[in-house]
Every structure is written in C-alpha cells, then in structure tokens.
C-alpha cells in the first residue's frame, strides 16, 4: 500500500478548557476522495486549519504531502489547493482576470497564466463566462470558479471545506460529478468536509464521522455497513401472498437455519433476523414449502442509517466543545 498523503497523529486543538479536535488520528491515501462527515461545530474546520498550516496544534502531527504542516507550512501550502465554504474574488474583476491575478501569484508569467486560467475555465465548465465580472456569479458559479483557482497550482492535494453550501440541487449534482471527474483525471487527492450524508455517500471512496472533535469511526460505507451488520445482524423482510400460518412447520424449520436469532409475523410479511445473511435459504425453505413469494428485501445499511448509529451511541457523553455550542439544543 502507498504512504499516507496526509497523516494525522493524536492532533489535538484546544481553546482554554473546550477541546475543539480531541486526538484525531487519520491517514489519507494518494488518489483517493475522503469525506470528513460532521454536524456544524464538530471540528472539521479546525482540523482543515491544522492540516494546512494555518492554527497550531496543542497537541500531536499533521503531515500533508511528507511535510510537517506546523513547522513547514510554506511547502504545504505550495502542494494542496485549499476552496473554504465561502470563497472570495474582486467583484470588479472577471472570472479570468481574477484566475491570471492568482496565477501570476503563484509564480507564472502573464502569458502562462493566460493560458492556465482559460484551460481551467474549461474545465470547470466557465468558458461562456469568463469575461464576466465576479460580483456578478451566482454562488454556484464561485465554487466552480474556487475550483478553477485550486487546480491552478496543479495541487497534489485538494481540500473542500462544505463546498455545496448555498448551491441548489441541479449545481450540487454537477459539482460533484466534476470533482469525481477531476479526481481521477488528475491523480488528485480530495478531502470533502460536509455535514450533507448523500453527497458524500455519492463521491467519497471512504468516510470518517466525526462528531464533537473525535473521529467516531472512518472506512469505505461497504466495511461500516459490514461492521454494523454483524453488531446488529442481518435483517431480511419477505412478503408473501398469504399468512405463514397456512404453512404446516415452516416456521419452526426457519429458526433451524444457521445464525437465526429473531423471526417476527406480520400478516403475509415475516421479518427474519440473523447472525448472517440466511436470505437465499429462508425462500427456498419459503417456497419449497409451497408458498408464493412476492417481496424480498435486506436491511444494506446506508450511510445515514451508519451516521445516526454512531452519532445516537456519541451523544450519551458530550464533551465540553459540544456543551459550548449548544449541541444538544440543536440535535434533540
């Protein structure tokens, strides 16, 4: 496996007695898109101001591209492309003139940065738009024009700060697409912090929930589900057209099957519970047994049923960040 692109040991954040990031540990793999996943005031910002150099930490390491981002954050800075939740441009600018100020910045002639911010535009599908002013752009056009800006650097790294905020459905759904697409078209690194489950259940090829400064649990959506499942087991629904009462001893033949736990009636819908997943034996006991089938289906854990598991179990013992904006106020 390759090294860690970013790797984070007991990073820790404190202000006075409240703990904003409380020992995050984390590892983040070259080419792969992460999403920090976390209501509003759990610490993601505060981690993302960490990892590039721009707060210090209490406690603990944050490397970023193979440099310390504390103590080197000028070599950070030159190799991660960083779009915060409100990105800023002269409103008296264009789009292009705004790219060619920010490239020039980062150390390319006029006639390079030209050339460098019209291509970015295309990228980021800004073509039609470039000789618009700023002050003018929708937010959905900022973003896009945020992340022309962060690709303007050929960054190795690329960090998402709630990149979606304000942006309607239709500018979500392309906006994602393209980062997916920018992601492999160009090797890139993505963190995506977002408290939005769907979106970065859509994009993320691994998520870390992260409530209260702690990292609660992080892995691809497929393993947490796993690891749910064999906690809570493996629930299988099956409808059929009649009453399993009409059925001689099937019933007790079901909780023969290997891993039963649970079964429950209802009507012509039974509802199995298992250790394991005995959904293909449990229809053909079902039907070899003479019943008609109609419906099957299996509790997958989705990414918001993994959230609210972990984020139920989290609330029981607050920290002192939670306490202090008023966490339990705006999540009862």
């Not at 406690?59 to 000028?74: L, M, Q, S």
């Not at 030159?78 to 008296?92: A, H, Q, S, T």
């Not at 589900?225 to 099937?250: E, F, M, P, R, W």
């Not at 394991?276 to 039907?287: E, G, K, M, S, W």
Request: hydrophobic letters at 40%.
């Amino acid at each position: 496996m390759k090294d860690p692109i970013i790797q984070l040991t007991g990073l820790t954040k404190s202000y006075g007695k409240v703990t904003a990031v409380d020992k995050l540990d984390l590892s983040i793999y070259p080419g792969e898109i992460f999403g920090l996943l976390g209501p509003n005031g759990a610490g993601k910002t505060t981690s993302i101001l960490m990892m590039l150099g721009l707060t210090e930490p209490t406690a603990g390491t944050a490397y970023v591209c193979g440099h310390n981002a504390t103590r080197d954050p000028i070599s950070v800075k030159r190799k991660v492309g960083y779009l915060p939740d409100n990105v800023g441009f002269y409103p008296e600018m264009t789009a292009l003139e705004n790219l060619c100020f920010i490239a020039q910045l980062n150390g390319l002639t006029a006639t390079q940065a030209r050339n460098c911010a019209t291509e970015m535009l295309q990228i980021v599908g800004l073509e039609q738009e470039m000789r618009k002013k700023t002050g003018a752009f929708s937010r959905g056009m900022k973003q896009r024009l945020g992340l022309a800006e962060v690709l303007i650097k050929a960054p190795e790294v690329a960090i998402l700060d709630e990149p979606t905020l304000g942006i309607d459905p239709k500018g979500v759904d392309e906006f994602l697409g393209l980062i997916k697409r920018l992601s492999k078209e160009h090797s890139l690194t993505v963190l995506l912090s977002s408290h939005h489950l769907h979106q970065v259940q859509r994009v993320c090829d691994r998520v870390g929930i992260f409530v209260g400064g702690k990292m609660l649990v992080e892995g691809s959506i497929e393993n947490l589900a796993q690891n749910l499942q064999q906690q809570a087991g493996i629930t299988t629904s099956i409808t059929l057209t009649d009453s399993l009462d009409t059925i001689t001893g099937v019933e007790e033949a079901i909780k023969t099957l290997p891993g039963f736990r649970k079964l429950n009636i209802n009507g012509p819908t039974i509802e199995l519970q298992a250790d394991n997943d005995i959904t293909a034996a449990a229809v053909r006991l079902l039907v070899n047994s003479g019943a008609d089938i109609i419906a099957v289906s299996r509790n997958d854990f989705k990414l918001d049923e993994i959230y609210n598991t972990y984020f139920d179990n989290s609330i029981t013992t607050p920290t002192a960040h939670e306490k202090s904006n008023g966490f339990f106020k705006r999540y009862q």
